[in-house]
């Protein structure tokens, strides 16, 4: 019989549920204690979880629990503490969500930290596991756009929230290849007071060591996906070869054109479809180490440092070489640099969301 793992989810906000609710629906999960910092909160989401061993103190429930999996899902701003909080519980795998950290330092520590631990961790950039998603990769693995010489990613989303997601399937689309050099350009200052602090529009070229081109954007200035009527799911990813393209929505299925014509199917980002292979895995991972988890903290890693290698490049200009060394916190230096101007839009669609934009 499978080993059951047991899992300590910290954080009830909505990732938190939908990370708890997973573990605990999937038998090789034993959700075995959840905590956040609101006791009202925590008593509700006890009641819909089936009442596990709770807390608000995550680092105290978890040295109680002894998890396998040590999972958090908490805004940004709180990484480094919890990746801490994780190693001391003895846990042999950290689940969390995207972006890895609020600074190319504080990335560089985590993956100090975990390593030194000998501590697995991945990350939740789980849209890979949509069927769209996954009949794009299938495609351009199988070689019928030939050679991949351009993979590309857009969304109207801001960074903080969608960039490193975009990256990550990017890579996927581009074998998994490093970035070599980037350069980026930002504009508009209105979400950098935002829990997910993002200039309102930034653009990248990144050189992939294979010879690829990445070309991404996110924000208001990105271009609209009309196919998609749920503003946050106007996301397109593809990728450009010799004998044709492929390309995702996430809202909105995928399409190809190969040598055999044009084909297109369905597909929707889905918490309910994306999150139970996307738990699975990790138990597969724990099960074999051979069994990498494709959201792997490597991975994410990689596409994080492409991220603020970008947001470097904004605030330096001209070309940024990889891989970057610790340095001045890129969103507080953003901050300093980026002009109070307005954004202009790309799409009208976007216009509540970035309120303070150009008329
Ligand atoms: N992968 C995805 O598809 C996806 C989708 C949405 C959000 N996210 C990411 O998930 C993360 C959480 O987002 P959310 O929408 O669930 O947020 P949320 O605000 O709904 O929930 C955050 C939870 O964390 C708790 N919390 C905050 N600081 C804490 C701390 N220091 N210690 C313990 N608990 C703490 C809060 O009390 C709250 O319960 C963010 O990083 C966000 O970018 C990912």
């Given at each position: 019989m499978s080993k059951v793992y047991k899992v300590v989810v910290v954080g009830m906000g909505k990732r938190?549920?939908?990370?708890a609710a997973a573990f605990k629906n999937s038998p090789r999960f034993e959700l075995a204690g959840i905590s956040t910092r609101d006791p009202a909160k925590l008593e509700a989401a006890a009641a819909e979880l089936g009442n596990p061993r709770r807390s608000t103190d995550p680092l105290a429930l978890a040295k109680e629990v002894r998890p396998d999996i040590f999972c958090f899902c908490t805004p940004p701003t709180a990484r480094l503490?919890?990746?801490?909080?994780?190693?001391?519980?003895?846990?042999e795998l950290i689940a969390y969500e995207k972006p890895v950290a609020l600074s190319m330092t504080e990335a560089i520590e985590i993956r100090k930290a975990v390593q030194a631990a000998g501590v697995k961790t991945v990350v939740s950039h789980q849209h890979r596991y949509g069927q769209h998603y996954q009949k794009v990769a299938e495609i351009i693995q199988s070689g019928a756009i030939g050679r991949v010489h351009t993979v590309y990613g857009h969304s109207v989303g801001w960074m903080l929230h969608l960039f490193t997601h975009l990256v990550d399937y990017m890579r996927w689309y581009n074998g998994n290849a490093d970035a070599e050099w980037v350069m980026g350009q930002a504009a508009g200052r209105g979400k950098l007071a935002d829990n997910h602090s993002s200039p309102d529009y930034i653009a990248g070229v990144i050189h992939f060591a294979n010879g690829v081109r990445g070309q991404i954007e996110t924000g208001a200035g990105a271009p609209d996906v009309p196919e998609?009527?749920?503003?946050?799911?106007?996301?397109r990813i593809g990728a450009q070869g010799s004998q044709g393209f492929a390309e995702v929505l996430t809202g909105g299925g995928w399409r190809a054109v190969t040598k055999d014509g044009v084909q297109s199917g369905e597909g929707c980002m889905s918490?309910?479809?994306?999150?139970?292979?996307?738990?699975?895995?990790?138990?597969r991972w724990l099960d074999d180490d051979v069994t990498i988890h494709p959201c792997n903290g490597e991975s994410a890693h990689k596409g994080f440092e492409i991220t603020m290698a970008i947001l470097r490049s904004v605030v330096e200009r001209g070309q940024i070489r990889l891989p970057l060394g610790p340095g001045e916190p890129e969103l507080e230096a953003l901050s300093r640099v980026l002009p109070d101007r307005p954004v202009l839009l790309s799409t009208e669609a976007s216009r509540k969301e970035y309120p303070g934009s150009a008329s």
């Open positions: 938190g549920k939908h990370h503490a919890l990746i801490k909080a994780g190693i001391e519980s003895g846990a998609v009527d749920y503003w946050w799911r106007k996301n918490y309910d479809l994306d999150m139970p292979p996307y738990v699975e895995d990790m138990a």
